[in-house]
């Protein structure tokens, strides 16, 4: 009983310090080869940590009028994503400690909630900047997080359970169910959601660069460790979104369940980030730039994929 114990806990561990620790090496690996793409010598692969590091070490300022959500909502955003990275199948395809915690909806409800907070603090800090930023996120959120939770809650029909663990067994098992119309839909949307929520998505924004902002310019006002954590916290995200599409809708296969295999799905998560970086960057260099409010378009167009996918998911299942 000890030794079983003791095992799920060196799981749950080893899960939780990898996708908090290697998280900004991806986001560096990315802005690398689509500078390298674009002729560029662009910044090391490492810079992200650089920068998390550079802010720690600053001073925290606090903009005059900000109040209890502005000053403690990055470290509770932070928590929260750290609870997600620890009910989805990222590094063990197996449950862990937490996992319990929630479900598929669940998770979309969590990722919810840190936008809501994020939205929050913005809207505390008093800045024009940090509210137009509020502003654009909220506009965009109900498609959005729609979309996820759509996505999540249609991708249960599959296997008749909310359990993302027990979903990516069944899809490893079954690699046909890949290829139905319901799957194909519901990665399509996925897909798209991941470009939007992670910033990849291409802006056109003449003269003020902040004119384009959306989750950046809700960053304007933090300083010091406060953006640290907030920086921290938009490279989990970024990783945890992404590990949902390779292990849930993409690539379900190859990961270890057994104690010690499971250090195997350190190589295999690398590799399978490594292609979708790779597909990733080629979009968002070859994707022409849209306007602001065609994100709208974007996200409705996700939504529809995500509704049709529940649609099919009811017809034929």
């Known amino acids: 009983m000890l ?53 720690m070490k600053k001073e925290t300022l606090f903009p005059r009028g900000s109040g209890f959500i502005f000053r403690y909502g990055p470290y509770v955003i932070f928590g929260i994503y750290s609870l997600i990275s620890l009910i989805v199948p990222i590094l063990v395809p197996v449950p862990i400690f937490f996992t319990a915690s929630a479900d598929f909806l669940g998770g979309a409800i969590l990722f919810s909630l840190a936008a809501f907070i994020k939205i929050a603090s913005a809207l505390e800090s008093g800045s024009n900047f940090m509210s137009l930023g509020a502003a654009r996120t909220a506009s965009f959120i109900f498609l959005s997080e729609g979309t996820l939770i759509t996505v999540f809650f249609a991708v249960s029909l599959i296997t008749q359970t909310n359990n993302p663990y027990v979903t990516n067994n069944f899809l490893s098992a079954n690699p046909v169910q890949g290829l139905t119309l319901e799957h194909i839909f519901a990665t399509l949307a996925f897909f798209m959601l991941f470009f939007y929520e992670t910033g990849k998505l291409p802006l056109e924004s003449p003269g003020l660069a902040e004119l384009g902002m959306i989750e950046e310019g809700m960053n304007y006002e933090y300083s010091g460790k406060l953006l640290a954590i907030n920086k921290w916290s938009g490279h989990i995200k970024q990783y945890i979104l992404g590990s ?10 190859f990961l270890q369940s057994s104690f010690p295999n499971f250090l195997l799905d350190i190589p295999i998560m690398f590799l399978k980030w490594m292609l979708l970086i790779l597909i990733v960057v080629i979009i968002e260099t070859t994707m022409a730039k849209m306007r602001l409010f065609r994100i709208l378009d974007y996200l409705a167009t996700a939504f529809t994929f995500s509704i049709l996918f529940l649609a099919f998911g009811v017809l034929l299942g």
Not at 15 to 32: C, D, H, N, R, W
Not at 34 to 41: L, P, T
């Open 3 to 55: 030794n079983g114990y003791v095992e799920t806990l060196m799981m749950t561990l080893s899960q939780y310090f990898f996708v908090v620790l290697t998280a900004p090496l991806y986001s560096g690996i990315m802005t690398k080869l689509k500078a390298m793409i674009e002729s560029r010598r662009g910044p090391s692969i490492f810079q992200p940590y650089m920068d998390i590091w550079k802010f």
């Open 244 to 253: 949902i599409l390779l292990n849930v809708f993409l690539f379900p296969w």
